[in-house]
């Protein structure tokens, strides 16, 4: 089924949607992995990104395991606590897309037993889209931000500023090119079903 025209765009969005909802509706196992790959890829860019704390957790001897465990989970659950910080509701956005799209790759190969070129663009948007993020994410004041100390050297006064913009428009970017790679992953999905 190939569609060469925009004016088709619509239908191969609601195509590409109705079959990822149909996809995850009926094989609850694989919900449930975009579920998880979701939670890691957000732990993962966190914790790179705070070493330092991860650090402190790992080495405090103050602390009980119920303390760090808290804080851990707590990376995760304070993206749903007001007020919303803007860069870490799209760095969970990003997470849910890549979840589901690493869930609906993973079925495709484990059905096709075979890997074919068409499915090396989906992984390399999941990936970029990754990089974003990583780029993206961060406390811009605490230093934590891989963009500031580029930024420091770059524009050395106002570099806090201008690492929050970046971030943020390198995480909308991340958002954009994650559902550039659900939109593919959907419609690479539809024989499938």
């Not at 070493?51 to 659950?77: C, E, M, P, W």
């Not at 889209?129 to 100390?149: D, E």
Request: glycine letters at 6%.
């Amino acid at each position: 089924m190939r569609f060469s025209s925009l004016q088709s765009l619509p239908t191969r969005l609601w195509l590409s949607l109705t079959t990822l909802l149909r996809f995850f509706y009926f094989r609850p196992p694989y919900a449930f992995l975009a579920v998880i790959m979701s939670i890691l890829f957000y732990e993962l860019l966190f914790w790179a990104l705070n070493l330092g704390l991860l650090q402190y957790l790992a080495t405090n001897q103050f602390l009980t395991i119920s303390d760090k465990l808290g804080i851990v989970i707590g990376s995760y659950t304070d993206v749903f606590r007001f007020p919303v910080v803007p860069l870490a509701a799209l760095l969970f956005s990003v997470s849910i897309l890549q979840g589901v799209s690493i869930a609906a790759i993973v079925y495709i190969i484990r059905r096709n037993r075979r890997l074919d070129r068409s499915l090396f663009k989906e992984l390399g948007s999941s990936g970029a889209a990754g990089i974003l993020a990583a780029i993206g994410l961060g406390c811009a004041a605490c230093g934590t931000s891989l963009v500031t100390p580029i930024l420091t050297f770059l524009f050395a006064s106002s570099s806090i500023a201008v690492a929050d913009t970046v971030g943020i428009y390198s995480a909308l970017f991340a958002v954009l090119l994650s559902l550039t790679a659900i939109y593919l992953v959907g419609l690479k999905l539809t024989p499938h079903l």
